[in-house]
């Protein structure tokens, strides 16, 4: 570690070592930082147990300067522990409890990756302030979801979108949040300084990472096309499935036998997809798989062909996977996804009518199962953009030089 790093204070609301959920990229990040800055990390005693076990197990942990100190608030009734309003008491007496701690400490992060909703204080503290890894959920186009689902999907997701952006426009809390921020992290290109008044420098890094670094393919004849997420509305299955099976019938009968759609994820709409796929006649050719170990999860990416994401939401988590296996990606380039992917490691394609997205998103899987030249092209390009951009060890460089820049302490 250099002998004049910056001392990082970290706030973390949500930090479980033990979670595959979305508290278990705040950790990876942590352990990133902590490779390069002695760290103070403030979190919740719930956490205690789970990190001193994962500390404990972790020799290369156990040699970093970390100092964990537990903070909570307990004047909050138990029923709302854990949801917004606990968090937003929780960011609130944080500034408060820091001074008190009479910690040393020369920039603050506030380190809560998800959708934007709950103000950090942290500016308060009067040290250069990152904030992030945040974004926004996106609006879903009406055309995906009324014709499909019906008026009362379409409008309880425009709902939760419209309630969204009016609590954000009138945060006055939020607002002082990003204009104080001196580094703005976000994993959506929709959040910018420009949404809230910034002026701050913004590095746009994903969220989501993988443990295991790049895998080498094994991919036979077959030409397996991989979608994962919960089977939710605003998650696309029907694009997927619609767009796969337009393919698929323009294929030769032995070509069929070779391809195959897999799709991970559970949730409400399973029954209607499955029956999805036999409406479209791919019953044979459509494998659902509710849940896998992420280790059965990389062996099965390992061999397919082609990560297709077909979500209107969500952070697009499964990416960093699909990448570091050398997946070309077909996604929208509107997404999150598509934030991320380029000419160099997929095909995007625009939103627009339901039917021109089914016909582009099928032509992109034609084209990469009869040009293997550009499939080949695109996976080397997958593995180099999650070398530069997903690897846990990139995030930890990026942020180590923001870190500097903010103290004027190059490496």
Excluded at 67 to 84: C, K, L, Y
Excluded at 185 to 190: K, L, N, P
Excluded at 392 to 400: C, D, H, M, P, V
């Amino acid at each position: 570690m250099h002998q004049h790093a910056p001392v990082i204070l970290v706030s973390a609301f949500s930090i479980n070592p033990e979670s595959n959920g979305n508290n278990s990229p705040s950790w990876k990040l942590l352990a990133q930082i902590g490779r390069f800055n002695p760290l103070i990390v403030v979190t919740r005693p719930i956490y205690r147990e789970a990190i001193e076990r994962a500390v404990a197990a972790d020799e290369e942990l156990r040699t970093m300067q970390i100092t964990w100190v537990w903070f909570d608030v307990n004047s909050i009734p138990n029923a709302v522990r854990g949801a917004r309003l606990h968090r937003a008491w929780w960011q609130r007496a944080l500034p408060g409890f820091v001074l008190k701690q009479k910690l040393s400490f020369d920039v603050v992060h506030d380190m809560s990756p998800g959708a934007i909703r709950t103000p950090s204080r942290l500016w308060k503290l009067g040290k250069p302030f990152v904030f992030g890894p945040v974004g926004r959920q996106r609006r879903v186009p009406k055309n995906y979801l009324i014709h499909v689902y019906g008026w009362r999907a379409w409008l309880g997701t425009e709902l939760r979108w419209r309630v969204d952006q009016i609590l954000q426009s009138r945060d006055r809390a939020l607002h002082n949040s990003m204009r104080h921020a001196n580094y703005l992290i976000t994993f959506d290109r929709e959040v910018n300084h420009q949404n809230f008044g910034s002026q701050a420098p913004v590095l746009h890094m994903p969220v989501a990472g993988c443990d295991s670094g790049i895998s080498e393919a094994h991919r036979g004849e077959h030409f397996t096309v991989v979608a994962s997420g919960p089977l939710r509305p605003e998650a696309g299955f029907d694009l997927c499935i619609r767009s796969f099976a337009r393919y698929y019938h323009q294929l030769s009968g032995n070509e069929q036998l070779r391809s195959q759609l897999v799709i991970i994820g559970d949730g409400p709409l399973a029954a209607y997809l499955q029956g999805l796929a036999a409406e479209m006649e791919i019953s044979s050719a459509v494998r659902f798989i509710p849940w896998l170990h992420a280790t059965d999860q990389r062996a099965l990416f390992t061999e397919a062909s082609v990560f297709f994401n077909t979500a209107h939401q969500g952070r697009c988590d499964q990416l960093s996977l699909a990448l570091s296996c050398g997946l070309p990606v077909v996604c929208f380039r509107e997404g999150v996804c598509g934030d991320f992917v380029s000419t160099d490691s997929g095909v995007t394609i625009r939103q627009g009518r339901y039917d021109t997205t089914v016909t582009r998103f099928s032509e992109a899987l034609r084209l990469l199962h009869t040009n293997p030249t550009l499939h080949a092209r695109l996976s080397e390009g997958a593995r180099r953009l999650f070398s530069q951009q997903f690897s846990w060890e990139s995030k930890g460089q990026k942020l180590n030089s923001i870190y500097r820049q903010l103290t004027g302490n190059p490496a």
